[in-house]
């Protein structure tokens, strides 16, 4: 299996909150993404990063931004927290970026109230 | 506009016998598709894909076909096995560059011993 934490793996914050997740790879590979996953939506991709402070918006990236300062770990941020916001978050990561397999992260549960 | 389709949100199968899971795209663009499971509380596993070059491709159990001229590709399953019951996503990539892969909103397999 691939080396990807993500942490924490559930969290629940109110409204108006400030919210990071952390996805950290121990396999040096150069592209990160982070995805939303909710009933009948499958899985969305939110923001993605194709090296060190080089990031890009995803399908559903209003209300998030992403920093990656260094290869092994990518930063998700809720500036302000919605209960729309509510799902779970997976980080992937891939070696080759197009035409490769990305490798999923266990996903952090996070609730909005 | 949904670029991945998986119109069956759930199938059944008895083990043993044959699964067939199906996904449609609309984006010609798409040249390189890919098959992911997910078990309840984990992220999403690769599980085969396949080149548009290609019309089939074999892994074990699982055979993934794709007819372009149809946009179509099906993932079967052969036999079948209750372990195998989990949510099967379908995801398009469209080649260097995109950095993305689209996902459909996933069928949940059951397999029933």
């Known amino acids: 299996d691939a080396g990807i934490t993500q942490s924490p793996r559930h969290k629940v914050t109110e409204t108006g909150t400030p919210v990071t997740l952390r996805c950290h790879q121990t396999e040096n590979h150069r592209y990160m993404y982070w995805y939303r996953q909710d009933p009948g939506h499958g899985l969305r991709l939110i923001h993605y990063s194709y090296g060190v402070k080089d990031t890009d918006k995803g399908e559903v990236s209003d209300g998030y931004s992403v920093s990656r300062s260094k290869t092994e770990d990518f930063l998700l941020t809720l500036e302000s927290a919605t209960s729309s916001q509510t799902s779970v978050y997976f980080c992937?990561?891939?070696?080759?970026?197009?035409?490769?397999?990305?490798?999923f992260g266990p996903g952090t549960r996070l609730t909005v109230t | 506009d949904q670029q991945v389709k998986q119109n069956s949100p759930s199938l059944s199968v008895q083990e043993g016998r044959i699964s067939i899971l199906n996904c449609d795209y609309t984006?010609?663009?798409?040249?390189?598709f890919l098959w992911y499971k997910k078990y309840p509380a984990e992220g999403p596993t690769f599980l085969i894909s396949?080149?548009?070059?290609?019309d089939k491709n074999e892994d074990g159990r699982f055979t993934v076909f794709l007819n372009k001229s149809a946009k179509h590709l099906s993932l079967h399953i052969v036999p079948s096995q209750p372990g195998d019951s989990a949510v099967y996503f379908c995801?398009?990539?469209?080649?260097?560059?995109?950095?993305?892969?689209?996902f459909g909103k996933g069928t949940k397999l059951s397999v029933i011993p």
């Open positions: 984006n010609s663009m798409f040249d390189y």
């Open positions: 992937a990561i891939s070696e080759f970026g197009g035409q490769g397999e990305q490798y």
């Open positions: 995801a398009a990539d469209s080649g260097a560059g995109s950095y993305q892969l689209t």
């Open positions: 396949i080149s548009s070059i290609k």
